[in-house]
């Protein structure tokens, strides 16, 4: 019998040190936070004082991880309005050869996603809708080539890091059991290109094997004009609207970043 001991304590012991590996390897990472607004948190009503116009808040997926999780070191460079230019021009240089972790969310901006919002609670339904399929010609017509660009980037300069590509929700419940301002045609629109969005970047991020997480899954039930908003209608200040909230952040990106780091 001493030998199945033996065996029994060594099993034992073996599974205790797989139990540490995950906490330590999650406290060793090296993690480059990049990308737009829905990365930065704006939306949340709290931000660093030195983020400025970027609005990086404390209620974001990067920082409320980083908290969890305790890395070797933190670089949260993701800022309100950026597109795949200002990605390459003023966040890549974040990256570097130890980066063992990268999260972005990029491509709506690019799209023209503020101009569709502001086109659609404007103007008509047929203004939206002509709004709405020009910012999906550009994402499927010019924005590939600017996500391969910045996906090339980030691969060259964190060559062994695993890079997670998060996407956009769905804006709204359609119908939707509320009034703001916006018909069921325009939600209809404005969720398509949502859709198109994740198209494009899911493909793109494929094609460099990074990880994408579809966020409108994690969404529904949650939209704006649910039971249960976890993004901003149109709000005060102005660029707070159509982002996730404290809760889009902690229940809907936080999860999905997590499950794919």
């Not at 948190?41 to 209620?59: A, F, H, L």
């Not at 974001?60 to 908290?67: C, F, I, K, R, T």
């Not at 966040?91 to 491509?107: E, R």
């Not at 010609?137 to 691969?155: E, K, S």
Request: proline residues 4%.
């Amino acid at each position: 019998m001493r030998p199945v001991k033996t065996l029994l304590s060594a099993a034992v012991a073996f599974a205790a040190s797989l139990a540490l590996v995950t906490p330590a390897h999650a406290a060793g990472a090296n993690y480059v936070a990049l990308g737009d607004s829905y990365s930065s948190g704006t939306g949340t009503g709290s931000y660093y004082s030195d983020s400025g116009s970027c609005k990086r808040s404390q209620y974001a997926y990067p920082a409320l991880w980083a908290a969890a999780n305790a890395p070797a070191s933190f670089k949260f460079v993701a800022c309100s309005g950026a597109r795949t230019g200002d990605v390459l021009n003023n966040q890549i240089g974040a990256l570097a050869s130890t980066t063992s972790l990268v999260s972005i969310s990029i491509g709506g901006n690019d799209a023209g996603f503020s101009d569709v919002i502001t086109s659609c609670t404007l103007g008509t339904d047929a203004s939206c809708t002509n709004r709405v399929n020009q910012a999906k010609a550009y994402a499927t017509g010019t924005l590939p080539g600017q996500l391969d660009n910045v996906y090339t980037q980030i691969r060259n300069r964190a060559p062994s890091a695993k890079v997670v590509v998060l996407g956009y929700p769905r804006l709204y419940k359609v119908p939707g059991t509320c009034s703001v301002g916006l018909s069921d045609t325009k939600r209809a629109a404005i969720n398509s290109a949502a859709d198109t969005l994740h198209q494009v970047i899911s493909a793109r991020a494929g094609a460099r094997s990074f990880t994408y997480r579809d966020l409108r899954g994690a969404f529904t039930g949650h939209e704006i004009c649910s039971s249960d908003w976890w993004l901003n209608s149109l709000s005060w200040p102005v660029d707070e609207s159509y982002h996730p909230n404290r809760n889009g952040q902690r229940l809907g990106y936080l999860p999905q970043f997590t499950a794919a780091a």
